[in-house]
């Protein structure tokens, strides 16, 4: 494994792991909010044991990345970090869950609304799409707002998983979670991410409401696949419907037994499905 980092938006200096032989094709891998690089670790190893060069990146605020110096956390400065890592990897595949997901098609989208042309040249949308379930965006958001005093232990934070997670089985192991916490000078543990990207959630969700993102998405012109958890509160199939309107040309798996984390729910079927699509798009 190799250590890489680039700078973003606003200066911001953003850190990946790599897998694999940096001669082969890149693929970007980019978490959804609240988790770090760390996630993608087995998906990572398996796409660089397929023959590409797997860079999973800690997003602006969240694990070793820094935090913005302002508190901004819009799309733009999001969008202007995928083109850093884009321009580091000379033209990638990108694979973006949930706010991963909205940082790649932005970058994507808007290059070719100003440019004519895409900075990657593969795009893979996990369980998020232009248009998402409030409902579910609101638990999802709750559940990361909750708990700003942190938690006195690692099984504390299992524990709180666990309960908005049911359908998982709880690790008996917690040392695992030590990556995506952080251990304050008060002894207690929080979430490994900067709390004013939750306070600038609005400023998103306005990009999404005015319509933006449907833009961007219209405005695709490179292969596209899209992978929605069947159980997903997020995304709905009439999310992921309206999303393949949008881009007649992008292809699309529904993953059974799967919720809004899909690559954790099951990761063997979403790793394949990836894989497939890659090795098909992505001359190698």
């Not at 098609?105 to 996990?126: D, F, K, Y």
């Not at 369980?127 to 559940?143: H, M, N, T, W, Y």
């Not at 938690?151 to 008996?172: C, G, M, N, V, W």
């Not at 917690?174 to 709390?195: E, F, I, Q, V």
């Amino acid at each position: 494994m190799q250590h890489l980092s680039v700078i973003g938006g606003n200066g911001v200096r953003l850190v990946a792991d790599a897998y694999g032989d940096p001669a082969a094709p890149a693929v970007l891998l980019l978490h959804g909010g609240g988790q770090t690089r760390h996630s993608w670790r087995n998906t990572a190893k398996d796409l660089a044991a397929s023959g590409f060069f797997a860079v999973s990146a800690d997003h602006r605020g969240h694990g070793d990345s820094g935090w913005d110096p302002d508190g901004r956390y819009d799309w733009e400065f999001f969008r202007e970090d995928v083109e850093a890592w884009c321009s580091e990897l000379r033209g990638p595949a990108v694979v973006g869950a949930s706010l991963g997901g909205m940082s790649a098609l932005t970058a994507a989208g808007h290059g070719v609304m100003t440019t004519g042309v895409s900075c990657m040249r593969a795009i893979v949308l996990v369980d998020i799409a232009p248009r998402v379930e409030q409902a579910g965006s609101d638990k999802i958001l709750a559940f990361m707002a909750a708990r700003p005093e942190g938690f006195a232990s690692l099984d504390e934070a299992a524990d709180a998983i666990a309960e908005y997670l049911p359908h998982r089985t709880r690790p008996k192991d917690t040392s695992g979670l030590a990556k995506n916490l952080r251990l304050g000078d008060d002894g207690r543990y929080r979430w490994h991410w900067d709390p004013a990207w939750i306070i600038d959630i609005d400023r998103r969700r306005a990009t999404r409401n005015e319509g933006m993102l449907d833009d961007y998405a219209r405005a695709l012109n490179i292969p596209a696949l899209l992978v929605r958890g069947r159980q997903s509160d997020l995304l709905s199939e009439s999310g992921a419907r309206h999303f393949i309107e949008l881009v007649p040309h992008a292809e699309y798996v529904d993953v059974a037994g799967a919720g809004h984390m899909v690559a954790g729910d099951k990761n063997d079927a979403f790793t394949n499905a990836v894989v497939e699509f890659l090795s098909r798009v992505v001359a190698h």
